[in-house]
């Protein structure tokens, strides 16, 4: 009878692929170490030459991304029944003809670009007809939801605004989130406040612990790589970021120093005032118009109610290719970010595919462009969805794997806007792992709004980043927090992001198993998530369900 019902047993699965009870109790065995170890080695290999946008290595490296999606049976729903979807982008590099010159009581300067001012925005559009006044204006931000704002009583039409990185401090989470950043503090955020209350350029100002050379050196090399935009992007001005050094310059004779400033940081009394000077800028640049491609396949659902549902998992394949060199190497490889998430993506999808894994849901897998230039691939997948957004449940993004070490607890990023929270804490309780909030030493650096999965929670997906916490099983807090501290410090975005990186393929596979466990569940739930009443995101949500977008 053993041997008959071992018989019955196996023939079913190999029939009919593994069960879905099996899979869930044991999906570390599904995952592959080899195959991991394997796309992480071609993906972050010199030869790619670090995924640089719209590069031919970039374009070789989504090949080799739509030749797995074949492999493991994804169906195509790109462009003309392809994998791919085209982006038309455009990229522009400052020269160094550039002329920006400041006008006050003392006379003419003209500062340097690099030394003194970095451009955000490069092209066309920078151009001033003629010198410009400047106007301080805090931190740049109107926030009607916290009763806030730099703007009132002041008119920036026609005008350049300074204003100060970062926002209000507060301990209160109801007030810019308490400790966590909000999407208000992003430069990008500020630069698109301005340019919609009419002002004509805008220049941030870095917060006074940003004074040193190093900073400004790190600033400088990350600055050389080339601009890139959407082609169809909305119209943009001057954008600069200046060296604090030469910004004390744009206080000279004003109603406030520049330490004035700070001081207005440090004690919560910001305010915004006319600048006693005025600016001109000519530009010169390099430009250039091309093609880069989201990646995209769809595993398509089971249940005739629920197939014509997506979930979508993401991550990006691009990187920062050549830039500066760093102990003679140029090559800016990006194996953690993101060579790894892509590796787990694929084999999520291997797993699931040759497994036969019982979905009721459709997943739809995103390997997307363009993250390092500003979300640009997720931001168009967005605007031209290849299914409906309100047909799509959740974002789950991949941006990093765990490497240190096999781990005590889960952070959710973004899980407190929405019910995946709940969903998240259902999925980690089974796998006996903690959920945790980002360690205070990182608040600033890890954050929502810098992955992929912001541009779906602004079109109104609920999204979540899934990280490991700061709290090893196998060695000390302290330890893991060395090597998230150097990571971030003196690997991130640097030549130093390469195949020689020590990556414990354990804690990959624990990480993978979480996310496997998330992906299932939300494919299958009765349920799907929704966002909290107070999050930012719930109003784009209701607009996408009303307009069937």
Known sequence: MKILSLVIFFSIIFKHGIAQDVLEKNPLSLFSKENLKNYVNILGHDSLSGRGTGTPQEEITANFISKKYWEFGLEPVGNKNSYFQFIPLHGSKPLDFCKLKLHNKNGVSELKLGDDYLLYTSGEQTFLASSAPLIFVGYGIFAPEFDYNDYQQIEVE???????????????????????????????????????????????????????????????????????????????????????????KLFDNSKHSIGDIYSMHSENRMSSFELHCELE????????????????????????????????ISAHYDHLGIGPKV????????VHDNAIGVAGLLEI??????????????????????????????????????VPLYKCIANVNIDGLAAFDEFNSIIGIGSEYSSLSVILKKILERRDVGLSSIPSEF?????????????????????????????PKNQKRQDALNWYMNYSTKIYHTPFDDTDQIINYNATVQHLTILYDLIIELANSDSVPEWNDDSPFLLARLRSIAENR
Do not use: M
Not at 282 to 310: A, H, M, P, Q
């Open 349 to 386: 999808i291997r797993t699931l595919s040759r497994n036969n894994v019982k979905l009721k849901r459709s997943i739809l897998f995103l390997c997307l462009t363009a993250e390092e230039k500003g979300l640009l691939g997720s931001q168009y997948y967005v605007s031209s969805p290849l």
């Open 158 to 248: 026609g005008k350049i605004v300074v204003f100060l990185e970062g926002e209000p401090f507060s301990e209160d989470p109801r007030y810019f989130n308490g400790h966590t950043p909000t999407i208000y503090s992003l430069p990008e955020a500020k630069q698109r406040t301005a340019l919609a209350r009419g002002a004509v350029g805008s220049i941030l100002l870095l917060q006074e612990n940003d004074f040193s050379d190093q900073r400004w050196n790190t600033l400088q090399n990350e600055f050389l790589f080339e601009n890139v935009t959407l082609a169809s992007s909305v119209n943009s001005n001057l954008s600069i970021l200046i060296n604090p050094k030469a910004a004390k």
């Open 281 to 312: 800028f000519n530009g010169s640049f390099s430009e250039r118009d091309f093609l880069s491609r989201n990646v995209i396949g769809v595993l398509y659902g089971t249940d005739e109610k629920l197939k014509d549902d997506y979930l979508i």
């Open 327 to 334: 102990n003679g190497d140029s090559i800016y490889n990006g």
């Open 443 to 471: 608040e600033n650096w890890i954050s929502f709004y810098k992955s992929d999965q912001a541009a779906f929670a602004q079109a109104g997906v609920p999204s979540i980043l899934v990280y490991e916490g700061i709290d």
